[in-house]
């Protein structure tokens, strides 16, 4: 059974950083092509980056490019997500996701496996 486990949510301030981990187990890590995703109260769960399965590509949404950093440790079957300055509509619960297919992939639905979240609250 493949589990996601999500960590390091929290409140902070605007501007401030905090890095997300997500932990995976079940099956070998390198199988997976990650994404995280954040959904705010009311609103549709969005795509927030990807990485693919080496580590060599990424891609971001607008609203967090050159502040948010995905990265991944294959020898630790973990995925991070570093977000700087942070703003106050980064606020969500953000999840983790894998995927087994080819390609990146940009849409909740083509995303496997998923992780239960971990809040994220950025007060202004």
């Known amino acids: 059974q493949v589990q996601l486990v999500e960590s390091g949510g929290g409140l902070v301030q605007a501007g401030d950083s905090l890095r997300l981990s997500c932990a995976v187990s079940?099956?070998?890590?390198?199988?997976?092509?990650m994404g995280w995703f954040r959904q705010a109260p009311g609103k549709e769960r969005e795509f927030v980056g990807a990485?693919?399965?080496?580590?060599?590509?990424?891609a971001y949404a607008d609203s967090v490019k050159g502040r948010f950093t995905i990265t991944r440790d294959n020898a630790k079957n973990t995925v991070y997500l570093q977000m700087n300055s942070l703003k106050p509509e980064d606020s969500a619960v953000y999840y983790c996701?894998?995927?087994?297919?080819?390609?990146?992939?940009?849409?909740?639905?083509?995303?496997?496996?998923w992780g239960q979240g971990t809040q994220v609250t950025v007060s202004s």
């Open positions: 996701a894998g995927e087994v297919k080819s390609g990146m992939k940009y849409q909740a639905h083509e995303y496997d496996y």
């Open positions: 079940g099956r070998t890590f390198t199988t997976y092509g």
């Open positions: 990485i693919s399965r080496g580590g060599s590509t990424t």
